[in-house]
Antibody, heavy 120, light 107 residues
Framework: EVQLVQSGAEVKKPGESLRISCQGSGYTLTKYWISWVRQRPGRGLEWMGRIDPSQSYSNYGPSLQGHVTISVDKSISTVYLQWNSLRASDSAMYYC?????????????WGQGTLVTVSS | DIQMTQSPSTLSASVGDRVTITCRASQTISDWLAWYQQKPGKAPKLLIYKASRLQSGVPSRFSASGSGTEFTLTISSLQPDDFATYYCQHYNSFLISFGGGTKVEIK
């Protein structure tokens, strides 16, 4: 089955670091870009950034640049989203999602989501 | 940045109704637009890409049109499974932005 499986929910304190994961299966990870999309409680969808797993090249939305890092471990078909210093405003559901066609940016496959709660 | 504005933000309708949701872009985006459906507690699901192309497996009661700055998503006959929130999304190679969403609720 073609799917993206994300890591489980996390509860962290402000200032802590965190890395969440997204493992692709049933297809070749390096053939499709992966993006991360944030959804704060009761809010809409916000694109955070994406990575080309074949080249490990990533780019970020303007509001996230420098606050998060997207990386990939091709050997285990896994993409990561990492924070070095969490803020309360990072509390959200995070989805990884596959770009449907190389070079375009609409999303045909979504992970189940990872809920991140940041609270002191 | 290109801003995507959806209207209405909430829509009350009955089963069998024809429903139309509008998405406007702050500048022309050609036909680089997708539509998604999201149900509570679930990930979004792709319905439409390139403004009017129906994703495989999506019921034909969903249709969409538009180009430039104004786009619409239409559900020809609303079904119980269609009560959800709908998002438009602009995309090109490097820029991606979502509309604020339209919640379709039971009247």
């Amino acid at each position: 089955e073609v799917q993206l499986v994300q890591s489980g929910a996390e509860v962290k304190k402000p200032g802590e670091s965190l890395r969440i994961s997204c493992q692709g299966s049933g297809y070749t990870l390096t053939k499709y870009w992966i993006s991360w999309v944030r959804q704060r409680p009761g809010r809409g969808l916000e694109w955070m950034g994406r990575i080309d797993p074949s080249q490990s090249y990533s780019n970020y939305g303007p509001s996230l640049q420098g606050h998060v890092t997207i990386s990939v471990d091709k050997s285990i078909s896994t993409v990561y989203l990492q924070w070095n210093s969490l803020r309360a405003s990072d509390s959200a559901m995070y989805y990884c999602t596959r770009h449907a066609v190389a070079g375009t940016s609409y999303f045909d496959l979504w992970g189940q989501g990872t809920l991140v709660t940041v609270s002191s | 940045d290109i801003q995507m504005t959806q209207s209405p933000s909430t829509l009350s309708a009955s089963v069998g109704d024809r429903v139309t949701i509008t998405c406007r872009a702050s500048q022309t985006i050609s036909d680089w637009l997708a539509w998604y459906q999201q149900k509570p507690g679930k990930a979004p699901k792709l319905l439409i890409y390139k403004a009017s192309r129906l994703q495989s497996g999506v019921p034909s009661r969903f249709s969409a049109s538009g180009s430039g700055t104004e786009f619409t998503l239409t559900i020809s006959s609303l079904q119980p499974d269609d009560f959800a929130t709908y998002y438009c999304q602009h995309y090109n190679s490097f820029l991606i932005s979502f509309g604020g969403g339209t919640k379709v609720e039971i009247k």
